[in-house]
């Protein structure tokens, strides 16, 4: 296992169009997050799985983002209607559920809305 | 929610200088404090971690203080040299918020040859 996968790793898009981003975690790892980044800012929380089960969701998480981990190994995270404030870069992160510990992080997906 | 600032938002220091960054959080629950490093396009990687029950942590040229009555932990960096140009995050989180790190905005270190 090479660590935290993601893809594509860039996407540019016309706003107004659906996007759709994949996140591979580490295998054995039960708990997925997924976080926000733009530019010259720290990651900002989303949403995050434990398992299958969706925990919690931030409130930037508007209706137009829908994140899913259907079997509880991979995560997608789709947003619908592109806006150009979604441009940024979509960072997933995996880790084991007990004591707080390291979240794993994959290389990201950047999103470019034109 | 938890809340974490960080100072300074950039950094400049001669290559051999000490770099020190500092952040404070809001929530007293939170017990685990990483730093994470981000060079440019690349993933935040952890490279020194800190949990409540311990007040100084080492490990080589980095460094990690907390003080819990204060809310503030700090990072150290010894010895600087290029290689250490990059983002650093602090970050914090607790259990029972289901380990979500809550990072601050981040310190640009530039470290000049």
């Known amino acids: 296992d090479t660590g935290v996968s993601q893809n594509p790793r860039h996407k540019i898009t016309k706003r107004g169009q659906n996007v759709t981003f994949r996140c591979d975690p580490i295998?054995?790892?039960?708990?997925l997050y997924w976080y926000r980044q733009t530019l010259g800012q720290g990651p900002e929380f989303l949403t995050y799985?434990?398992?299958?089960?969706?925990?919690?969701k931030s409130r930037l998480l508007s209706d137009r983002f829908s994140a899913e981990r259907p079997k509880g190994s991979f995560s997608t995270l789709e947003i619908q209607r592109t806006e150009q404030g979604d441009s940024a870069m979509y960072l997933c992160?995996?880790?084991?559920?007990?004591?707080?510990?390291?979240?794993?992080f994959g290389e990201g997906s950047r999103l470019t809305v034109l | 929610g938890e809340n974490v600032e960080q100072h300074p938002s950039t950094l400049s220091v001669q290559e051999g200088d000490s770099a020190v960054i500092k952040c404070t959080y809001s929530?007293?629950?939170?017990?685990?404090f990483p730093w994470y490093k981000q060079e440019l396009g690349k993933r935040p990687q952890l490279i020194i971690d800190?949990?409540?029950?311990?007040g100084e942590k080492k490990d080589q040229r980095i460094a990690v203080t907390l003080n819990k009555t204060a809310k503030h932990f700090s990072l150290h960096i010894t010895e600087t040299q290029p290689e250490d140009s990059a983002v650093y995050f602090c970050?914090?989180?607790?259990?029972?918020?289901?380990?979500?790190?809550?990072f601050g905005g981040g310190t640009r270190v530039l470290v000049k040859p």
């Open positions: 929530d007293s629950a939170s017990n685990y």
């Open positions: 800190i949990r409540s029950n311990v």
């Open positions: 992160a995996s880790t084991l559920t007990g004591e707080a510990g390291e979240l794993f």
């Open positions: 799985f434990q398992n299958e089960a969706q925990l919690e």
């Open positions: 970050a914090a989180s607790r259990r029972a918020a289901g380990n979500k790190l809550t």
């Open positions: 295998s054995e790892h039960n708990r």
